[in-house]
């Protein structure tokens, strides 16, 4: 008997889903790839869920229930959003323990709907159960795109360029901030929390943003870009992702990645690698993509858009270019489900 520990979160849904074979000819992409894609006549319709755990992605002793309604909404959008596409629908279910009171639940609701409004997101259904263990959250949200607006993770080229939204490592950041502080705070209940003058590495943990409004910006400079995911278990493991579908190699920057300044500033105070923090911390739901070259000249004006690297072959694999050019090989070390 294998544990599953062995073999990984990926590891594991390539086991379960490879025998998978689809029938229905509406089925154009099944798993695989940041959401499904359904082929209804003239536009594509997209699916994908997330299932959060109390105490596994989440932890009530400091992650408010608003906020908490709302990550769990935008993390599912910002999938949709990594498929080049646009968010409609959410359905909501949830499994509810006996300690939670209506009230509670409503202010969890308030979070949901404040993303619905925000992306312009109907919710449109869901359920709700008792939970012996906790609070669990499933959320699906739908979209749609026109065929040839969908990117998926295979399309990379040689030579293509690779670039990032946002700055990365802020999220992951603000959670060893949280933590650090919980764990005072249990010694001192007294004592005030030290946030001040590190409130966006908060915002970026607790309230992370879907990037539609590059979706968008990409539209509207004629880029397409040839292949694309979202930044949720760290850049090093979503790098590889499109390295492995798209059967290619990359060369990433070190001095090239975005970083914030406040979320260098912490990780020298608490003796971390800000660049390690950036490459595996994960949940920053910023985009990263793959352009062909001659879109460089339309990639300049775009805001809050970064080119950290390009795509090689194969056999050169997936390495980090150090400050002084030495070539280190990237691992994935961000978010593993069941370590």
């Known amino acids: ?21 689809t029938v229905n000819e509406s089925t154009e992409k099944g798993v695989g790839d940041d959401a499904a894609v359904l082929n209804f006549h003239n536009r594509r319709t997209l699916v994908t869920t997330d299932l959060l755990l109390e105490g596994v992605h989440f932890n009530l002793e400091y992650v408010p229930l608003k906020h908490l309604g709302y990550k769990a909404a935008v993390v599912n959008i910002s999938d949709i959003c ?49 939970s012996l263990t906790g609070l669990c959250i499933s959320i699906t949200c739908i979209g749609e795109a026109k065929k040839s607006d969908i990117v998926y993770r295979n399309g990379a080229k040689l030579n293509d360029l690779i670039c990032c939204t946002g700055n990365l490592g802020s999220a992951y950041l603000g959670l060893q901030l ?6 005072v705070m ?12 590190k409130e966006y590495l908060l915002e970026r943990q607790l309230k992370p943003e879907a990037r539609l409004d590059i979706v968008k910006q990409l ?13 949720s278990d760290g850049l090093s ?31 020298e105070e608490m003796n971390l690698n800000i660049v390690t923090c950036a490459l595996n911390g994960g949940e920053d739901y910023e985009l990263l993509f793959t352009v062909s070259i001659d879109d460089y000249e339309k990639l300049i004006p775009l805001d809050d858009v970064y080119i950290i690297g390009h795509i090689t072959k194969k056999e050169y694999g997936c390495n980090l270019i150090g400050r002084n050019g030495e070539e280190i090989t990237l691992r994935a070390q961000g978010w593993e489900a069941f370590q």
């Open 82 to 130: 990594a498929m080049n596409g646009t968010p409609t629908q959410m359905v909501v279910s949830l499994g509810i323990s006996k300690r939670f009171s209506v009230e509670n639940i409503e202010e969890l609701y308030s979070g949901i709907r404040l993303a619905c409004k925000n992306y312009g997101v109907d919710l449109v259904g869901g359920d709700t159960t008792a």
């Open 237 to 267: 493991s979503e790098l590889m992702h499109i390295c492995k579908e798209s059967d290619c190699g990359c060369a990433v920057y070190e001095d090239k990645i975005p970083i914030d300044y406040q979320a260098a500033v912490l990780a």
């Open 1 to 21: 008997m294998a544990e599953i520990k062995e073999l990984g979160e990926f590891g594991l849904i390539e086991r379960l889903t490879e025998k998978i074979k």
């Open 219 to 231: 539209k509207e400079a004629g880029i397409h870009p040839t292949a694309m995911m979202d930044i």
């Open 186 to 197: 249990q010694a001192n209940p007294e004592g005030t929390p030290a946030f001040e003058g």
């Open 178 to 183: 949280l933590e650090r502080e919980r764990i």
